[in-house]
T-cell receptor, first 114, second 115 residues
Protein backbone atom coordinates (compact mmCIF):
# COMPACT_ATOMS: atom_id res chain seq x y z
CA UNK A 1 0.00 0.00 0.00
CA UNK A 2 1.35 3.39 -1.00
CA UNK A 3 1.56 5.99 1.71
CA UNK A 4 1.57 8.83 -0.77
CA UNK A 5 -1.97 9.61 -1.87
CA UNK A 6 -2.74 11.45 -5.09
CA UNK A 7 -6.05 12.85 -6.25
CA UNK A 8 -7.68 12.72 -8.67
CA UNK A 9 -6.57 9.45 -10.26
CA UNK A 10 -7.83 10.61 -13.64
CA UNK A 11 -8.39 14.12 -14.96
CA UNK A 12 -9.60 15.32 -18.36
CA UNK A 13 -9.37 19.02 -19.05
CA UNK A 14 -9.59 21.44 -21.91
CA UNK A 15 -6.83 23.81 -22.85
CA UNK A 16 -8.60 26.77 -21.22
CA UNK A 17 -9.40 25.03 -17.93
CA UNK A 18 -7.78 25.52 -14.55
CA UNK A 19 -7.40 22.41 -12.43
CA UNK A 20 -5.20 21.13 -9.62
CA UNK A 21 -3.54 17.86 -8.72
CA UNK A 22 -3.15 17.07 -5.05
CA UNK A 23 -0.68 14.93 -3.13
CA UNK A 24 -0.62 14.03 0.55
CA UNK A 25 1.79 12.06 2.73
CA UNK A 26 1.74 11.37 6.46
CA UNK A 27 5.17 9.81 6.86
CA UNK A 28 6.74 12.97 8.28
CA UNK A 29 8.80 13.43 5.14
CA UNK A 30 10.19 16.90 4.52
CA UNK A 31 10.94 16.58 0.80
CA UNK A 32 8.26 16.25 -1.86
CA UNK A 33 8.53 15.91 -5.61
CA UNK A 34 6.52 16.15 -8.82
CA UNK A 35 7.45 13.92 -11.74
CA UNK A 36 5.95 13.70 -15.20
CA UNK A 37 5.84 10.37 -17.02
CA UNK A 38 4.90 10.00 -20.66
CA UNK A 39 3.79 6.61 -21.99
CA UNK A 40 6.58 4.04 -22.20
CA UNK A 41 9.12 6.53 -20.81
CA UNK A 42 10.83 6.92 -17.44
CA UNK A 43 9.65 9.61 -15.02
CA UNK A 44 11.12 13.10 -15.45
CA UNK A 45 11.64 15.38 -12.49
CA UNK A 46 9.64 18.62 -12.52
CA UNK A 47 9.87 20.17 -9.04
CA UNK A 48 11.42 19.47 -5.64
CA UNK A 49 10.23 20.98 -2.37
CA UNK A 50 12.44 20.79 0.68
CA UNK A 51 10.99 21.92 4.02
CA UNK A 52 8.08 23.51 2.13
CA UNK A 53 10.37 25.63 -0.02
CA UNK A 54 10.85 25.13 -3.73
CA UNK A 55 14.41 23.95 -4.19
CA UNK A 56 14.42 22.69 -7.76
CA UNK A 57 12.44 23.70 -10.83
CA UNK A 58 13.58 21.72 -13.85
CA UNK A 59 12.75 24.54 -16.29
CA UNK A 60 9.07 23.61 -16.25
CA UNK A 61 6.71 25.90 -18.22
CA UNK A 62 4.80 28.40 -16.09
CA UNK A 63 1.48 26.77 -16.99
CA UNK A 64 2.46 24.31 -14.23
CA UNK A 65 2.49 25.98 -10.83
CA UNK A 66 3.48 23.97 -7.74
CA UNK A 67 2.45 24.81 -4.21
CA UNK A 68 3.40 23.28 -0.86
CA UNK A 69 0.91 24.57 1.77
CA UNK A 70 2.45 22.47 4.55
CA UNK A 71 4.82 19.58 5.08
CA UNK A 72 2.15 16.98 4.24
CA UNK A 73 0.60 18.50 1.15
CA UNK A 74 1.79 19.24 -2.34
CA UNK A 75 -0.34 20.68 -5.12
CA UNK A 76 0.24 21.16 -8.82
CA UNK A 77 -1.91 23.87 -10.36
CA UNK A 78 -2.60 23.51 -14.06
CA UNK A 79 -3.64 26.30 -16.41
CA UNK A 80 -3.73 26.68 -20.18
CA UNK A 81 -2.19 23.27 -20.78
CA UNK A 82 -1.41 21.81 -24.16
CA UNK A 83 -2.33 18.34 -25.46
CA UNK A 84 1.32 17.34 -25.21
CA UNK A 85 1.06 17.83 -21.45
CA UNK A 86 -1.07 14.70 -21.28
CA UNK A 87 0.83 12.28 -19.06
CA UNK A 88 0.94 10.50 -15.73
CA UNK A 89 1.92 12.92 -12.99
CA UNK A 90 3.62 11.26 -10.06
CA UNK A 91 4.13 12.71 -6.62
CA UNK A 92 6.87 11.38 -4.36
CA UNK A 93 8.26 12.10 -0.93
CA UNK A 94 11.42 11.34 1.02
CA UNK A 95 12.72 11.99 4.51
CA UNK A 96 14.69 14.99 3.31
CA UNK A 97 16.95 15.97 0.49
CA UNK A 98 20.65 15.31 0.83
CA UNK A 99 20.39 11.94 2.56
CA UNK A 100 20.25 8.30 1.54
CA UNK A 101 16.49 7.87 1.87
CA UNK A 102 14.57 6.52 -1.06
CA UNK A 103 11.64 8.22 -2.73
CA UNK A 104 8.15 6.91 -2.05
CA UNK A 105 5.84 7.38 -5.01
CA UNK A 106 2.09 7.77 -5.22
CA UNK A 107 0.01 5.96 -7.82
CA UNK A 108 -0.16 9.03 -10.00
CA UNK A 109 -2.77 11.25 -11.60
CA UNK A 110 -3.38 10.50 -15.26
CA UNK A 111 -4.01 13.76 -17.07
CA UNK A 112 -5.59 14.09 -20.50
CA UNK A 113 -5.63 17.51 -22.14
CA UNK A 114 -8.12 17.86 -24.99
CA UNK B 1 26.06 14.17 -14.20
CA UNK B 2 24.88 10.60 -14.47
CA UNK B 3 23.36 8.42 -17.15
CA UNK B 4 21.70 5.02 -16.95
CA UNK B 5 21.34 2.45 -19.70
CA UNK B 6 18.97 -0.47 -19.44
CA UNK B 7 20.14 -2.76 -22.15
CA UNK B 8 16.86 -4.55 -22.80
CA UNK B 9 13.66 -2.66 -23.50
CA UNK B 10 11.56 -5.83 -23.31
CA UNK B 11 12.16 -9.21 -21.72
CA UNK B 12 9.66 -12.01 -22.31
CA UNK B 13 10.05 -14.89 -19.86
CA UNK B 14 8.10 -18.00 -18.96
CA UNK B 15 6.59 -18.42 -15.54
CA UNK B 16 8.97 -20.05 -12.99
CA UNK B 17 11.99 -19.27 -15.21
CA UNK B 18 14.79 -16.99 -13.99
CA UNK B 19 15.13 -13.44 -15.24
CA UNK B 20 17.97 -10.92 -15.32
CA UNK B 21 17.52 -7.24 -16.12
CA UNK B 22 20.67 -5.42 -17.03
CA UNK B 23 21.57 -1.91 -15.91
CA UNK B 24 24.76 0.02 -16.59
CA UNK B 25 25.48 3.53 -15.44
CA UNK B 26 28.07 6.22 -15.86
CA UNK B 27 28.91 8.88 -13.34
CA UNK B 28 31.79 11.15 -12.42
CA UNK B 29 30.91 10.82 -8.71
CA UNK B 30 29.95 8.01 -6.39
CA UNK B 31 26.32 7.01 -6.63
CA UNK B 32 23.47 5.33 -4.87
CA UNK B 33 21.61 2.76 -7.00
CA UNK B 34 17.95 1.79 -7.04
CA UNK B 35 15.55 -0.53 -8.82
CA UNK B 36 11.90 0.48 -9.01
CA UNK B 37 8.96 -1.52 -10.37
CA UNK B 38 5.86 -0.03 -11.96
CA UNK B 39 2.83 -2.28 -12.34
CA UNK B 40 0.28 -1.32 -14.99
CA UNK B 41 -1.55 1.91 -14.18
CA UNK B 42 0.32 2.37 -10.92
CA UNK B 43 3.12 4.45 -9.47
CA UNK B 44 6.67 3.30 -8.77
CA UNK B 45 7.55 0.97 -5.94
CA UNK B 46 11.08 0.50 -4.63
CA UNK B 47 12.37 -3.05 -5.11
CA UNK B 48 15.82 -2.57 -3.60
CA UNK B 49 18.66 -0.12 -3.21
CA UNK B 50 22.42 -0.11 -2.89
CA UNK B 51 23.90 2.54 -0.63
CA UNK B 52 27.13 0.91 0.61
CA UNK B 53 28.49 -2.30 2.05
CA UNK B 54 27.73 -5.73 0.61
CA UNK B 55 27.48 -5.61 -3.15
CA UNK B 56 24.69 -8.20 -3.20
CA UNK B 57 21.43 -6.56 -2.27
CA UNK B 58 18.22 -8.40 -1.55
CA UNK B 59 14.88 -6.73 -2.08
CA UNK B 60 11.19 -7.42 -1.95
CA UNK B 61 9.33 -10.11 -3.89
CA UNK B 62 12.41 -12.34 -4.20
CA UNK B 63 14.48 -9.91 -6.26
CA UNK B 64 18.17 -9.28 -5.76
CA UNK B 65 20.78 -7.15 -7.46
CA UNK B 66 24.55 -7.06 -7.53
CA UNK B 67 26.59 -3.88 -7.66
CA UNK B 68 29.74 -4.18 -9.73
CA UNK B 69 31.80 -1.02 -9.42
CA UNK B 70 34.45 -1.99 -11.98
CA UNK B 71 31.80 -2.69 -14.61
CA UNK B 72 29.52 0.11 -13.40
CA UNK B 73 26.60 -2.29 -13.43
CA UNK B 74 23.67 -3.06 -11.15
CA UNK B 75 21.85 -6.02 -12.66
CA UNK B 76 18.57 -7.25 -11.20
CA UNK B 77 17.75 -10.95 -10.91
CA UNK B 78 14.97 -13.22 -9.79
CA UNK B 79 15.41 -17.01 -9.79
CA UNK B 80 11.77 -17.83 -10.54
CA UNK B 81 9.22 -15.35 -11.84
CA UNK B 82 5.47 -15.29 -11.41
CA UNK B 83 2.77 -13.92 -13.66
CA UNK B 84 2.39 -11.09 -11.16
CA UNK B 85 5.95 -9.92 -11.94
CA UNK B 86 4.72 -8.60 -15.29
CA UNK B 87 5.60 -4.91 -15.03
CA UNK B 88 8.00 -2.16 -16.06
CA UNK B 89 11.30 -2.08 -14.19
CA UNK B 90 13.41 1.06 -13.84
CA UNK B 91 17.01 1.28 -12.75
CA UNK B 92 17.95 4.64 -11.22
CA UNK B 93 21.04 6.33 -9.81
CA UNK B 94 21.62 9.33 -7.61
CA UNK B 95 24.89 11.09 -6.96
CA UNK B 96 26.04 11.24 -3.34
CA UNK B 97 25.43 14.96 -3.23
CA UNK B 98 22.80 15.24 -5.91
CA UNK B 99 20.81 18.43 -5.49
CA UNK B 100 17.29 17.66 -4.40
CA UNK B 101 17.95 13.91 -4.32
CA UNK B 102 17.57 13.96 -8.08
CA UNK B 103 17.22 10.50 -9.55
CA UNK B 104 18.39 9.66 -13.05
CA UNK B 105 16.31 6.85 -14.50
CA UNK B 106 17.10 4.35 -17.19
CA UNK B 107 14.68 3.89 -20.06
CA UNK B 108 12.94 0.96 -18.40
CA UNK B 109 12.62 -2.75 -19.13
CA UNK B 110 9.21 -4.23 -19.73
CA UNK B 111 8.97 -7.77 -18.34
CA UNK B 112 6.21 -9.96 -19.71
CA UNK B 113 5.79 -13.24 -17.88
CA UNK B 114 4.07 -15.91 -19.96
CA UNK B 115 2.27 -18.95 -18.52
Amino acid sequence: DTEVTQTPKHLVMGMTNKKSLKCEQHMGHRAMYWYKQKAKKPPELMFVYSYEKLSINESVPSRFSPECPNSSLLNLHLHALQPEDSALYLCASSQATGNTGELFFGEGSRLTVL
Amino acid sequence: AQSVTQLDSQVPVFEEAPVELRCNYSSSVSVYLFWYVQYPNQGLQLLLKYLSGSTLVKGINGFEAEFNKSQTSFHLRKPSVHISDTAEYFCAVRGFRAAGNKLTFGGGTRVLVKP
